[in-house]
């Protein structure tokens, strides 16, 4: 089944307290990318990657890190969570419709993940 | 700026009512458009994506429409049924994925 996983789907944490929220995708999609969904603001894009080795910072980049050192993967790093970093974090995959360019990311179809809710005391 | 507004912003209809969502964005270079879905507390589920080149796009009882001159985009429910019930959300594809606020939709059985 064709799917983006997203772990952990919940968590609490305290400030300062490194973790990392990982997301999988088996659709073999060139384009991942981090959102972050708060009450209304919607759905902000927080980092992309539009292929292995290749990241670029969204709107809202302070305060979180990734990596994309295989094409399935794309983990969020929160290196110091502090409490306006609780919200709910979606990861999601895209093919590319753009073949090799680099200049902007056109995708296809988005997939989502069912979203990490995190808390920061 | 790039943005994307939904109107209405709340609806609420009876079941087997036909229906339309609006979604309007400010920069008419856009690269695609896309639909989605949004049930309380669950990810985003991809209805229907609409390539620049495009008009409209159908699947079962939804049918999403763009005009890209006067941009916007609308998205028909027909017959609505109360498992429609969920947050509706445009996105535009610039150079970056731009989202609405959405629409809540309830349908009442």
């Known amino acids: 089944e064709a799917q983006v996983t997203q772990n952990p789907r919940y968590l609490i944490t305290v400030t300062g307290k490194k973790l990392t929220v990982t997301c999988s995708q088996n659709m073999n999609h060139e384009y991942m990318s981090w959102y972050r969904q708060d009450p209304g603001l919607g759905l902000r894009q927080i980092y992309y990657?539009?292929?292995?080795?290749?990241?670029d910072k969204g709107d809202v980049p302070e305060g979180y890190k990734v990596s994309r050192k295989e094409k399935r993967n794309f983990p969020l790093i929160l290196e110091s969570p502090s409490p306006n970093q609780t919200s709910l974090y979606f990861c999601a995959s895209s093919i590319r419709e753009d073949g090799d360019s680099y200049i902007h990311p056109n995708t296809g179809e988005l997939f989502f993940g069912e979203g990490s809710r995190l808390t920061v005391l | 700026k790039q943005e994307v507004t939904q109107i209405p912003a709340a609806l609420s209809v009876p079941e087997g009512e036909n229906l339309v969502l609006n979604c309007s964005f400010t920069?008419?270079?856009?690269?695609?458009l896309q639909w989605f879905r949004q049930d309380p507390g669950k990810g985003l589920t991809s209805l229907l994506l609409?390539?620049?080149?495009?008009r409209e796009q159908t699947s079962g009882r939804l049918n999403a429409s763009l005009d890209k001159s006067s941009g916007r985009s609308t998205l028909y429910i027909a017959a609505s049924q109360p498992g429609d019930s969920a947050t509706y959300l445009c996105a535009v594809m610039w150079n970056k994925l731009v989202f609405g606020a959405g629409t809540i939709l309830r349908v009442k059985s």
């Open positions: 920069d008419s270079a856009i690269y695609n």
């Open positions: 609409i390539q620049s080149s495009q």
């Open positions: 990657s539009m292929n292995v080795e290749v990241t």
